[in-house]
């Protein structure tokens, strides 16, 4: 059963700073891995997917890499605004010879980012 | 081009009744899952549908039913509800190509409170 884990919990780091948050998965027979934002009482906004082929897709200031090998991924965000404050959740995607759409999501990251 | 839609968007009920929330995918997309976002548990995933077939399910009572009609539109019910069903319950939908998982895209969600 595959279990996702981001850490750290929460973060808070003054605007303008550069970050990474973290997300680690026990099987890494994968089809993809998708990174989303949510903020307070809404729903998931997709920042990026990475397909298992890949290593990394980038979007803006959002950079997000993906190593199968080591059952981990990074979302690096650059000059880091207040408007990025919210959680940042990773999933993964169905393992491989899975068809379908489940995702199964780690706890997320609280960021808050002050002016 | 309209995002995912969930209806309602809150709902308050008594325990022991039964309850139906709607969601209809972005057009063209024929894959829906759902998933409930508790603060204990996260986010879960509950089941997937596509092409009115249900493909996946996740570990939950079968308390818990869905179903998607010809226009891929998708509803959950849940019967007798319990106080641990009050959640936040969010629909995504995807545009499988050759069957193999896609990005996701969420709607805003309904909040579901059990009384």
């Known amino acids: 059963k595959q279990e996702v884990t981001q850490i750290p919990a929460a973060l808070s780091v003054p605007e303008g700073e550069n970050l990474v948050l973290n997300c680690s998965f026990t099987d890494s027979a994968i089809y993809n891995l998708q990174w989303f934002r949510q903020d307070p009482g809404k729903g998931l906004t997709s920042l990026l997917l990475?397909?298992?082929?890949?290593r990394e897709q980038t979007s803006g200031r959002l950079n997000a890499s993906l190593d199968k090998s080591s059952g981990r991924s990074t979302l690096y965000i650059a000059a880091s605004q207040p408007g990025d404050s919210a959680t940042y959740l990773c999933a993964s995607g169905p393992g491989a010879g899975n068809a379908g759409n489940m995702l199964t999501f780690g706890g997320g990251t609280r960021l808050m980012v002050k002016p | 081009k309209a995002g995912v839609t969930q209806t309602p968007r809150y709902l308050i009920k008594t325990r022991g009744q039964q309850v139906t929330l709607s969601c209809s995918p972005i057009?063209?997309?024929?894959?829906v899952s759902w998933y409930q976002q508790t603060p204990g548990q996260g986010l879960q995933f509950l089941f997937e549908?596509?092409?009115?077939?249900?493909?996946n399910k996740g570990n939950f009572p079968g308390r818990f039913s869905g179903r998607q009609f010809s226009n891929s539109r998708s509803e959950m019910n849940v019967s007798t509800l319990e106080l641990g069903d009050s959640a936040l319950y969010l629909c995504?939908?995807?545009?499988?190509?050759?069957?193999?998982?896609?990005?996701?895209?969420f709607g805003p969600g309904t909040r579901l409170t059990v009384l």
């Open positions: 549908y596509f092409s009115e077939t249900q493909r």
């Open positions: 057009s063209g997309h024929r894959s």
């Open positions: 995504a939908s995807s545009f499988l190509l050759a069957g193999v998982s896609d990005t996701q895209y």
């Open positions: 990475i397909q298992s082929s890949q």
